[in-house]
């Protein structure tokens, strides 16, 4: 119910309103029924192309950067519904676990993260809800296993943020870290914990390309692989594990993304433009003209990205360090594909002429014959 922007920026009705009469887009007023009924109808929608046997409902930093006595109608939402030494949190308790109720009756199991559990409620979550353990709060891992839940360890150590924080696998690997060391507490035993994941978070969304990305979590995926499914320090020092890994390769049917299909040099793209195309370090290519470099840089940005479908191409001022100037030439059928590094979409020209992105399934994306 929290970190929901996107879904209510429309729904002003839905959004939880504090006690001065502001409304806070980031936050769904769980006390609703039509937040239910609106939150469920998006757990459908996202059935209809996701076929996992499980629903992460977040349910993390609900109340980040304020608190629940800003809101009184949940407390009292909670004590009409649990009595009167109900807490603000169970409130919260209950929606997550009317969530789980919904899921499961679709056949799907519920994961949330841990820091909504600050121990302030009296109604428990559901037991068979899995809890994903991320934050050093008051409710420990060793504690939730006792209470029979599952815990699946997905430390802070273990973020990637694209453009910003990157976990130090030498460091991990150093400390022969396994899926009992927890933020906050090193279990003796791997009972009750589900494994562990890496959380690669998109905050910033043109921080780094895809290629970047995949380089700076190949150490660490390949950390976490030996860590959950062997013995966690298998080589002498770090240098060793990672020839270990380059040893092994990459998976079947692994694609080179670094590798741009055209030499350096400048060419005529089709009856629109001539540009010199030159590859970049992270394997795309910029598209540079006496006019600037080509990017995408207009319209509504989320997560510091320009998604909107029907945003112009143009010809910015060049700037080797801007995501959104690098491109990658896609082979098709009598030429390339321009697809912007960042924003994944395809460069298409409109009936009056415009270069515009798209996303495939809404425009075919324009066959550039280079010359």
């Known amino acids: 119910p929290g970190h ?13 309103t504090d006690s001065d009469g502001t409304k806070q887009p980031s936050r769904l007023d769980i006390t609703r ?63 997550v676990n009317r969530v789980h109720d919904y899921a499961a009756g679709k056949g799907v199991a519920l994961r949330i993260w841990n820091d909504g559990l600050t121990g302030a409620n009296t109604v428990p979550v559901d037991q068979d809800t899995t809890v994903e353990h991320w934050l050093n709060v008051a409710v ?43 933020e906050g507490e090193k279990l003796t035993s791997p009972k009750g914990v589900t494994g562990a994941k890496i959380s690669l978070w998109p905050d910033n969304g043109r921080g780094e390309t895809e290629n970047e990305v995949a380089v700076r979590l190949w150490p660490a995926l390949r950390h976490i692989a030996q860590a ?27 694609r080179d993304l670094t590798r741009v299909p055209v030499t350096d040099g400048t060419y005529t793209f089709g009856h629109s433009f001539t540009a010199s195309v030159q590859r970049t370090t992270d394997g795309y ?28 191409a143009t010809w910015d001022p060049c700037d080797p360090n801007s995501t959104l100037q690098r491109w990658e030439l896609e082979p098709a059928a009598g030429g390339y594909r321009l697809v912007n590094a960042i924003t994944r979409m395809a460069l298409t020209v409109t009936d009056d002429g415009r270069i515009a992105q798209y996303p495939v399934d809404q425009r075919t994306p324009t066959a550039w014959h280079l010359s």
């Open 285 to 312: 290519a910029t598209l540079r003209s006496a006019a600037g470099c080509l990017a995408i840089s207009g319209g509504k940005l989320t997560l510091n990205v320009p998604l909107q479908p029907g945003v112009e």
């Open 228 to 254: 959950t499914w062997g013995d966690p320090h298998p080589d002498a020092t770090y240098a060793e594990f990672l020839a270990r890994g380059s040893a092994v390769g990459h998976a079947p049917g692994w």
């Open 33 to 95: 029924q039509a937040s239910f009924d609106y939150y469920t109808s998006l757990m459908d929608e996202y059935a209809q192309v996701f076929t996992s046997r499980s629903w992460h409902m977040g349910a993390d930093e609900y109340m980040l950067g304020s608190d629940f006595a800003k809101y009184p109608q949940i407390l009292k939402y909670a004590q009409d519904r649990y009595g009167p030494n109900a807490t603000p949190q169970d409130a919260f308790v209950d929606f």
């Open 140 to 182: 420990k891992p060793s504690a939730l296993i006792a209470q029979g839940y599952s815990v699946m360890n997905a430390a802070y150590s273990l973020y990637l943020i694209r453009g910003g924080f990157h976990s130090d696998t030498a460091s991990l690997y150093d400390q022969s870290w396994d899926p009992r060391s927890f």
């Open 4 to 16: 929901i922007d996107p879904w209510i920026e429309n729904r002003p009705d839905l959004q939880l």
